[in-house]
Every structure is written in C-alpha cells, then in structure tokens.
C-alpha cells in the first residue's frame, strides 16, 4: 500500500476502471491494484488486459472505501493503475 500512497502523490497513478483500461491499452502501468470488493465483471476484464499487456496485478485485502480514502478521494475506488 506504500506504492500506491507514493504513486498518488507523485501523480503516477490513475484511478477508476475506465482510466485504467485505458492505460492498459495506452501505455503500460507498473502495476494495477484491485480493491477486495471490486465487481467480478471489472476484475475479469482487468487480469485479461493485463495479461495481455504483461501487468501484474495485485489483489488488496482493503475494501473500494479504504482504497479510496488511501488514495485521497472521499468515493470509492475499486481499481487503481500505478505508473
């Protein structure tokens, strides 16, 4: 959870599903973290993407809430791609 703390603050990071796919397709993050609760259908979506690109994919114990508030935002997050 520190990379994810130090990616945010650095501006290294995107946040959201729809970003992070885009990044997936785009450029290629480092890394792409997935919120314990994040929606089956995303999280299929996401591991197929990256398997593709070549991304690993670390799965948190934390809920889209804590992953939210780590990151600084006062909703939810369920997917995060670190740069």
């Known amino acids: 959870m520190r990379e994810v703390k130090e990616a945010i603050?650095?501006?290294?990071?995107?946040?959201g599903y729809q970003k992070t796919i885009k990044?997936?397709?785009s450029s290629k993050p480092k890394t792409i973290v997935?919120?314990?609760d994040c929606p089956q259908d995303k999280r299929e979506s996401i591991k197929y993407y990256s398997r593709l690109s070549d991304v690993?994919?670390?799965?948190?114990?934390?809920?889209?809430?804590?992953?939210?508030?780590?990151?600084?935002?006062?909703?939810?997050?369920?997917?995060?791609?670190?740069?």
């Open 9 to 15: 603050k650095q501006d290294k990071a995107v946040i």
């Open 23 to 25: 990044q997936l397709f």
């Open 34 to 36: 997935l919120a314990s």
């Open 56 to 83: 690993a994919v670390q799965e948190i114990s934390e809920n889209s809430l804590e992953l939210g508030s780590f990151c600084g935002k006062p909703f939810k997050v369920s997917v995060t791609g670190l740069l």
